[in-house]
């Protein structure tokens, strides 16, 4: 079945600076690829997604980027702000996700 | 704007008890999904709903839990009988399709079983 593995655990970054979350994947049948935002005692919410058949994705400070080839995506955060601070999972699948073990990210002010 | 329900938002309960969450998916949504949450496993699918046919239950301790989807509006997991390794806080989730989607959240249910 799919595993998806996800780095780092913990990311800390200055205000204004950029944060990279990385995630592996290992199904090659998997063809959809999420990122979820989840605050202290909050739901998981949906904030970005990308499928296979695309490489690149944006939506203002947030970029997702797929490579199939290397089973590999990444979430790009751009002038982080203090409310970017959460954890943020990522997911891959097809008919079911499998999630990551989550990173926790913290935006220094 | 709209949103998945689950109910209780919080349960805490004896050892050896029954439970049951329940979940109220986005309406038009056809699919269903279970998670459970722990620090130690992250976010694991219990199970997961289409059309309200079960497709895929593999995550789920059998003998002990049990999930259900009695009509288009209502998804339930039980579990009977709870266990203190049962504590957790329990997702639902909605989509809509036949493949790959996204999914929404409900805001969970956290159990304590002491």
């Known amino acids: 079945g799919e595993n998806v593995e996800q780095h780092p655990s913990t990311l800390s970054v200055q205000e204004g600076d950029s944060a990279v979350i990385k995630c592996t994947y290992s199904d090659s049948a998997s063809n959809y690829f999420p990122w979820y935002k989840q605050e202290l005692g909050k739901r998981p919410q949906l904030i970005i997604d990308i499928r296979s058949n695309v490489g690149e994705k944006k939506d203002q400070r947030i970029a997702v980027t797929l490579n199939k080839t290397a089973k590999h995506f990444s979430l790009h955060i751009t002038e982080t702000q203090p409310e970017d601070s959460a954890v943020y999972f990522c997911?891959?699948?097809?008919?079911?996700?499998?999630f990551g073990q989550g990173t926790r990210l913290t935006i220094n002010p | 704007d709209a949103r998945v329900t689950q109910t209780p938002r919080h349960k805490v309960t004896e050892m050896g008890q029954e439970v049951t969450m329940r979940c109220q998916p986005i309406?038009?949504?056809?699919?269903v999904f279970w998670y459970r949450q722990t620090m130690m496993q992250g976010l694991e699918l219990l199970a997961y709903f289409r059309n309200r046919a079960p497709l895929d239950d593999s995550g789920m301790p059998k003998d002990r839990f049990s999930a259900e989807m009695p009509d288009a509006t209502l998804a339930t997991l039980k579990i009977q009988p709870s266990e203190p390794r049962d504590s957790a806080v329990y997702f639902c989730?909605?989509?809509w399709g036949t493949g790959s989607y996204e999914q929404y959240f409900g805001p969970g249910t956290r159990l304590t079983v002491t």
């Open positions: 989730a909605s989509g």
């Open positions: 309406l038009g949504h056809n699919t």
């Open positions: 997911a891959g699948g097809a008919q079911k996700l499998v």
